[in-house]
Nanobody, 115 residues
C-alpha cells in the first residue's frame, strides 16, 4: 500500500522558517522523482521544488534562494526547508512521487505565514 505522509506544517510569522517532511512507504522511494507542490485558496496547484533520483534539484522562481529540497533514501523521506517565509507562501503543501506512468500524492499539510 503506497503512502505519502506530510508533516511539519503550521503557523509561522513572516521571516520565519519551517521544515516539511514527507515519509514514503509502499514503493521503491529511491527510484522516484520527488516533488513538493502547493495550493493556495482560489489558486491552482503549483510546483514548488523537485529532486531527481540523482539529487538534481529544481525550484520555482518564487522560492529560489529561500527553500531547499532534499531527500534521504535510507529513511524514505523528502524534506522541504523553508526560510524567509512570506505571507504569499501560505498554502497547503503536497508531496508527489513520480516514476514513468506512476504518480502518488500525499494528503497535504497546511502552512500559514501570518503575524
Amino acid at each position: 500500500q503506497v503512502q505519502l505522509v506530510e508533516s511539519g506544517g503550521g503557523l509561522v510569522q513572516p521571516g520565519g522558517s519551517l521544515r516539511l517532511s514527507c515519509a514514503a512507504s509502499g514503493f521503491t522511494f529511491s527510484s522516484y522523482v520527488m516533488s513538493w507542490y502547493r495550493q493556495a485558496p482560489g489558486k491552482q496547484r503549483e510546483l514548488v521544488a523537485s529532486i531527481t533520483t540523482g539529487g538534481t534539484t529544481n525550484y520555482a522562481d518564487s522560492v529560489k534562494g529561500r527553500f531547499t529540497i532534499s531527500r534521504d533514501n535510507a529513511k524514505n523521506t523528502v524534506y522541504l526547508q523553508m526560510n524567509s517565509l512570506k505571507p504569499e507562501d501560505t498554502a497547503v503543501y503536497y508531496c508527489k512521487a513520480r516514476r514513468m506512468a506512476y504518480e502518488y500524492w500525499g494528503q497535504g499539510t497546511q502552512v500559514t505565514v501570518s503575524s
